[in-house]
């Protein structure tokens, strides 16, 4: 929301510098997030009175001034290029060192061997229009009109000594989208009287009612509709004052009626439109959904297919404006447009919003009554408009109007009864009564008190007020929040607080994978169609949910796999040149229940960790598995499995308890190629949940054994295709006292023959109620002998 | 016998000092001191001198035995500690070259964050709900006072799903989900992930929130300036301090913005903090009557307040990151310098 400070000082008389009030708005809600200076740009540039021009003695078109500019120098000589000057004009002059519009530097010098010290300058080269200056947009020199002394700055001749606050106003204050609504707040936050707005107009002997007839068929939709003939219209360009308000709000003129529309837009925030009369047939104006398939092309010369969701103006045959978002091309008014009809309506915001959206087309008109509008200010613009009408004397006002007013709509003053203790009870702190009083009825609101009793009604422009909370807002915001002084829960409960079990136990698992020399990595929830197809996932896109508005196709679907994130992070830090990296996510998938969702899906817990670099290798990778397990105290088991991405004689399934609850592999060699990657990489996956599930976290202390733990080694010769799993599970169920079985040696060769290898296993033989004896060691390692040859066919190597 | 022990104490003496190790010299100690040793045979020759002799000669041999040991016992502390100071010259070794070890590795600097939230406000008795990330708009919108084609809807730029599941857009939905299930006193965080269409050098599609919510009787909003001005102590220096100014979120009212001033420059205005000194961290306020409401609890018996943290911001603030896509894009070069 841009304020310039010309116009704020219309209705407050402000004594404080454009700096104290960016902070006082700031202190009361209101952030200036800049603060221009509209002549920034423009320095040294003052008014100069030609007083002699002689012609170049080397030159045809250049001609040598003599330049008054008072205290800044009597008789400046510059050369000008310009012949739209003769002695006796006022001038701009741009003195030696001085900068212009698009920064611009101006300094001594000499053209064709003549001095000059300083420019002359045009309208342009002030970064000014005719909307700021009448002839500032002619060829040649900015010639100034009236009486102004010599040496003025320039800038408060052409209105660019002028301040602009671009306000953030939240979207609670919509009565603060206008000019008079910060003014409204500047005025109570610097105490002083705001000045009422001019809102009398002379009416003429034509009606309304006569010419037109209006109906509102549509009052959900449109609260309240005011209509408001002018004739008599005489064209033409709006006054200096006007247009230079609304350049400094970033609006060009346009001529009298529209620049009177969008200066009561800016003053009040109340978007209107005026209609053409001649335009609008049968003198009808109704205000109705649209019928499906209806069409209307707007003044931009858009055409809009409309839905029974939009609210549309129309005259008896046709619609002749999409409402509050744009007029239609068929009633916009044009130079030879002999009577009006200014229309102040408020719109439901939440349906111009929808259409605004729906149709994509938008406007200064629909942006402010998306923010929301309120009937009573409805009112108090087209009484503005037509006092302005008056004022330029542009059209004759008629004497009657339409006023339809929706029941529900029926303002009704908002009054919030409560008491002070509860205000200050909110705040915790102890503002005065008498101040609370004040503050309030400096906002507008009208107060009464019957000891700690409060009832406050808010002013008819206020529709976010709905209880004490609101007052309790308005009276800090106003009283400052620096004297909020902390205090620490000093009447509530004391509660218990921290990490829950199964909380703790993730931070665990993240201590235990940091421990094994993993980095933590955090990578989007959503991946690509492409992220599936790559990793040879054919078909599980399909069953991913899927963003309706993503940023791009690329992060469209909330993954059902951490794989290619990690995967991509990886690859990521091989391209970069990393030499190694241990990464894992703690982080969830996403299941869909069924597709379209009915029900909240599946968030589901996952761990997934990637790692490559020398020394790495698939049992390296399997060790963070272990560690896992070791800490949450649960045993996985392996079994060779396929994973379309993995390499298939390098993969193995995780399994706890029977069941499925992750993998583990090396990148399959032809994606990695594809990828370019020539680092062996390894990827695990793992249902968290399952193991969170599945931990027993509990430590159940032992005493220590009594007896020595015996130990022995025992290599046995097997079949190729006898796993070290398989070997130990026969180990471990023939002989009770076994503790331990760690494989330490595979060895093939001539020695144990073709197809055949050696595995060495170290056996700890834990004692029970008495000590292993060598002779009792003997015979556990003759039995699990006898076992492994009775089951795997293994013979002592 | 005086000539025989005499020749025995000068060879002793002239022998001993030629040993160069222990081995050396227990072997010369055997020669005269073992059972079968020279000094050994002079008590045993003791037989052979008439009896007036032998009590003269017993001291003689017992001296010159004392005097033997001794030296021999002398001469072996030496050699010890020549034998071990050749031995620590030998396993001199470079303690300047490289260690074995296996580096930890190293928490995301949002999980830093996130867990030294949890234990500032897990001190001051807040517990920890996650709630889901693919949430209704009942919980991120309506219950919080956001109804549909709510102009606050358009501060947020929110991912839709279908029907009315989206991503969640903030934490605050989690209240919601607590205040439902728990009734007063409430302390709670509510920590996760969120999402926002929105990528640029300062904002993330996805990035993290904490909610904070207490609701209880008597809470007011000097309460929740002491609570976050703990908070910034503790998260960056003792001598930070907070700021409250006005602002609006439509599930509290009043709303404020917090800001903190500045670590980096104290307040003074440096680069960090635009020449502010103030540095904006967080939206908070008094949970809205309406929103307790929607939960079933008396806003005329119990007050609250909200805050909402964003995580990827305390961590870019507090650990200098200039660009919060370093966050995610996991290079371990960034990663390895969050240290535990």
């Known amino acids: ?384 408009a037509l006092h302005l009408v008056c004022e330029l004397g542009c059209g004759t006002v008629a004497a009657d109007r339409w006023d339809i007013v929706a029941p529900a709509a029926q303002a009704r003053p908002v009054s919030v009864k409560t008491r002070f203790s509860a205000i200050n009870g909110l705040l915790g702190i102890d503002i005065p009564k008498e101040e609370i009083k004040d503050i309030l009825t400096r906002l507008y609101f009208s107060v009464s008190t019957r000891g700690d009793e409060l009832t406050a009604t808010a002013p008819a422009f206020r529709e976010d007020i709905e209880g004490f909370p609101d007052l309790a807002e308005e009276v800090i915001r106003m009283h400052g929040y620096d004297s909020i002084e902390g205090t620490f829960l000093a009447r509530a409960s004391v509660t218990g607080g921290g990490l829950n079990a199964a909380q703790r136990a993730e931070e665990r698992a993240k201590a235990v994978l940091r421990g094994q020399g993993y980095c933590e990595a955090v990578t989007y929830s959503f991946i690509s169609p492409k992220d599936y197809e790559l990793l040879r996932l054919h078909g599980e896109a399909e069953r991913a949910i899927r963003i309706k508005n993503p940023i791009g196709e690329d992060m469209s679907l909330m993954r059902t796999t951490l794989a290619p994130s990690m995967l991509a992070a990886l690859v990521r830090n091989i391209r970069r040149g990393n030499e190694g990296a241990r990464l894992f996510e703690l982080a969830n998938i996403y299941l869909a229940h069924e597709l379209p969702l ?29 560690a896992l397990a070791a800490s949450f105290g649960v045993r996985f088991g392996y079994a060779p499995a396929q994973r379309p991405f993995l390499h298939p004689g390098k993969t193995a399934e995780v399994t706890l308890g029977g069941a499925v609850v992750g993998y583990l592999g090396e990148l399959a060699p032809d994606l990695a190629e594809e990828l370019s990657v020539e680092a062996r990489v390894y990827l695990g996956e793992l249902d968290y949940a399952a193991l969170a599930a599945a931990a027993d976290l509990t430590v159940h202390c032992s005493p220590l054994p009594k007896f020595p733990e015996v130990r022995r080694d025992l290599a046995i010769v097997v079949g190729e295709d006898v796993s070290c799993a398989a070997a130990e599970a026969v180990i471990a169920e023939s002989c009770k006292y076994v503790t331990c079985v760690r494989l330490f040696d595979v060895y093939r060769g001539e020695q144990v023959g073709v197809g055949k290898k050696s595995m060495a296993f170290s056996l700890t033989f834990t004692p029970r109620d008495k000590a292993v004896s060598p002779e009792d060691a003997d015979g556990y390692v003759k039995r699990i002998l006898k076992a492994l040859h009775e089951k795997l066919g293994a013979d002592l190597r | ?238 001598e930070t301090k907070t700021r409250l100014r006005p602002s609006y979120f439509p599930f509290t009212e009043p709303s404020v913005e917090v800001d903190l001033s500045c670590h980096n420059c104290g307040g003074k205005g440096c680069r960090i903090c635009k020449g502010t000194g103030w540095i904006e961290v967080l939206g908070a306020g008094m949970v809205n009557r309406r929103v307790l409401e929607n939960c079933g609890i008396d806003p005329d018996v119990y007050t609250g307040f909200a805050f909402g943290i964003g995580l990827e911001r305390i961590a870019m603030i507090k650990y200098g990151i200039g660009d919060i896509r370093l966050l995610f894009e996991n290079d371990v070069r960034f990663l390895k310098q969050f240290r535990g």
């Not at chain 1, 029900?599 to 960790?609: G, I, K, N, Y």
């Open chain 1, 1 to 384: 929301m841009k304020a310039p400070l010309s116009w704020l000082k219309d209705y407050v008389d402000i004594d404080v510098t454009p700096e104290v009030l960016q902070e006082k708005l700031f202190s009361c809600g209101f952030e200036v997030e800049e603060l221009l200076y509209a002549g920034a740009e423009i320095d040294r540039c003052v008014v100069g009175k030609i007083e002699r021009i002689v012609p170049h003695p080397d030159s045809d078109h250049l001609q040598i001034c003599t330049l008054n500019c008072g205290s800044f120098g009597e008789a400046i000589q510059i050369v000008t290029g310009a012949h739209n000057i003769k002695e006796g004009d006022l001038v701009p002059v741009a003195l030696d060192g001085s900068s212009l519009h698009g920064g611009v530097k101006i300094k001594k010098g000499k053209l064709r061997g003549v001095e000059s010290c300083g420019m002359l300058c045009s309208g342009e080269e002030l970064g000014i229009t005719d909307d700021w200056y009448d002839g500032a947009e002619v060829n040649g020199i900015l010639i100034l009109r009236g009486d102004i002394p010599v040496g003025t700055d320039i800038k408060k001749v052409v209105g660019l000594d002028d301040y602009i606050f671009d306000i953030a106003v939240t979207s609670n204050r919509p009565d603060c989208q206008s000019i008079y609504g910060i003014a409204r707040e500047v005025a109570a936050v610097l105490k002083k009287p705001l000045a009422a707005l001019d809102l009398t107009y002379t009416a003429g002997e034509e009606t309304t009612s006569g010419s037109v007839r209006v109906s509102v068929e549509a009052p959900d939709l449109c609260p309240r509709y005011i209509a408001h003939r002018v004739t008599g219209l005489k064209g033409g360009k709006s006054p200096q004052w006007m247009r230079r308000r609304l350049a400094l709000c970033g609006l060009r003129g346009i001529g009298n009626i529209v620049d009177i529309t969008n200066f009561v837009l800016l003053e009040l925030g109340q978007p209107m439109h005026a209609f053409d009369l001649s335009k609008v047939q049968g003198g009808q104006i109704v205000v109705r959904r649209a019928a499906k398939g209806e069409t209307i092309t707007t003044l931009d010369e858009k055409e809009f297919s409309l839905t029974r969701e939009n609210l549309v103006i129309c005259d008896a045959e046709k619609p002749v404006a999409l409402a509050g978002v744009m007029g239609g091309l068929n009633s916009g008014i044009g130079e030879d447009t002999a009577e009006v009809l200014f229309e102040s309506a408020k719109f439901e915001r939440a349906n111009i919003r929808r259409t605004s959206r729906a149709l994509g087309q938008k406007s200064d008109s629909s942006a402010r009554f998306e923010k929301g509008v309120d009937a009573y200010t409805t009112g108090i613009a087209i009484n503005r």
């Open chain 1, 598 to 626: 009915a029900s909240l899906p599946e968030e589901r817990r996952t761990l997934c960790f990637g790692l490559y670099g020398e020394g790495e290798d698939f049992f390296s990778a399997k060790g963070a598995l272990e």
């Open chain 2, 1 to 238: 016998m005086k000539e025989k022990i005499e020749a025995i104490r000068a060879a002793i003496g002239s022998e001993i000092g030629q040993t160069g190790s222990r081995k050396e010299l227990f072997e010369l100690k055997m020669r005269y001191l073992g059972k079968t040793g020279e000094i050994s045979a002079l008590s045993k020759g003791m037989r052979d001198l008439p009896p007036e002799e032998r009590p003269e000669a017993g001291k003689l041999v017992g001296d010159v035995r004392k005097w033997a040991e001794e030296l021999f016992a002398s001469r072996e502390e030496e050699l010890k500690a020549k034998e071990l100071s050749e031995r620590v010259q030998k396993e001199r070794i470079d303690v300047t070259m490289p260690a074995r070890f296996s580096p930890a590795g190293a928490a995301h600097p949002v999980s830093l964050v996130r867990a030294e939230l949890v234990d500032i406000f897990g001190g001051m008795g807040f517990d920890v709900y996650e709630g889901p990330e693919i949430e209704r708009d009942y919980y991120n919108f309506q219950a919080l006072n956001i109804p549909a084609d709510h102009p606050a809807r358009d501060m947020q730029d929110t991912f839709f799903v279908s029907g009315e599941y989206l991503l969640r857009s903030q934490t605050s939905s989690g209240q919601i989900r607590v205040m439902e299930t728990k009734k007063p006193p409430i302390k709670v965080l509510s920590p996760g992930r969120v999402y926002r269409s929105d990528s640029d050098a300062t904002h993330s599609p996805m990035f993290h929130q904490m909610e904070g919510l207490v609701v209880d009787k008597n809470i007011t909003l000097c309460d929740l300036k002491g609570i976050l001005d703990e908070f910034a102590r503790r998260m960056f220096t003792a």
